[in-house]
């Protein structure tokens, strides 16, 4: 059993939690306004769910989840993340966090934005290509002929490894997609980007394997 920690539980964050759940892990979640306003969010994912501050939730974790806007970023706290693994969901859209001069010249990817902020984190992108209806509809036991894929980024191999297992125990395969610096290759505008899951208004989306999942970072361009 892993114990996963959760900055931000909004749609992405608490789907992933509930995942985790069903996998059998233990989650802390916390959000910007603190645990209370999530104590129906946990009671709801039952016993093995708790509800605790930001710093609480990153030193609990196991493995930690930042599922934050982007323009949540600076106000993140490094300390407690230092030495973690953590997974990074998170896509710039200018249109919720503003502009940033670096992410609009794609100068940097937004993981690399991230940690800026987290230095001491070894980071792992994942998730940020898949909306939180499809991650839900589309998990699947290991071995089912219709298991998904997703892509995760890093630099950090035992981080990738810790990552890997704990997606392949809530229902999906991985692609290693390369290191943080690739990781624009999956941002929001890219084809692995929602795309091959399905369109949105198709809410149980469709399975995607391996193949799909490396054609699709093969032909994104910047
Ligand atoms: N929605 C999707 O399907 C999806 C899929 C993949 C990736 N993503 C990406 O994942 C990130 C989260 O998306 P979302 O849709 O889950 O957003 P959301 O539903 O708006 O949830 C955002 C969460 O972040 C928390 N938060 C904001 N600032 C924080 C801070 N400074 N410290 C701690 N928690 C903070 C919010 O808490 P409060 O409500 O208390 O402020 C909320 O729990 C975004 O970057 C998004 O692009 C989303």
Redesign the pocket.
């Known amino acids: 059993m892993t114990t996963v920690g959760f ?7 608490s789907t992933i939690a509930r995942l985790a759940i069903e996998a059998g892990h233990q989650v802390v979640l ?4 603190g645990p209370e ?1 999530l104590a129906d969010t946990a009671a709801e994912l039952g016993p093995r769910a708790s509800a605790a501050t ?1 710093g609480e939730a990153a030193a609990a974790g196991d493995i930690v989840v930042v ?4 323009k ?1 970023f600076p ?2 706290t490094a300390a407690p993340l230092a030495g973690k693994t953590v997974i990074d ?3 710039y ?1 200018p249109e919720r966090d503003g502009h940033i001069p670096e992410l609009d010249s794609t100068s940097l990817t937004s993981s690399e934005l991230l940690l800026r902020y987290v230095p001491d984190a070894m980071l792992v992108k994942a ?2 290509n ?3 209806k499809h991650l839900l509809s589309l998990a699947r036991p290991a071995g089912s002929a219709d298991r998904s894929y997703l892509p995760i980024a890093g630099d950090c191999a035992p981080a990738k490894a810790a990552v890997t297992e704990f997606i392949e125990s809530i229902g999906y395969s991985v692609v290693d997609a390369g290191p943080l610096a690739d990781s624009w290759r999956r941002a929001t505008g890219t084809p692995v980007w929602g795309t091959p899951y399905g369109p949105f208004s198709n809410e149980k989306g469709q399975p995607v394997g391996e193949d799909g999942i490396r054609a699709a970072l093969a032909t994104a361009t910047r």
């Not at 900055?7 to 964050?13: F, H, L, P, Q, T």
């Open positions: 900055i931000g539980s909004g749609y992405i964050g916390s959000n910007s306004r306003t930001s599922a934050v806007p982007v949540a106000t993140l969901t998170c896509n859209g998730f940020n898949i909306s939180f």
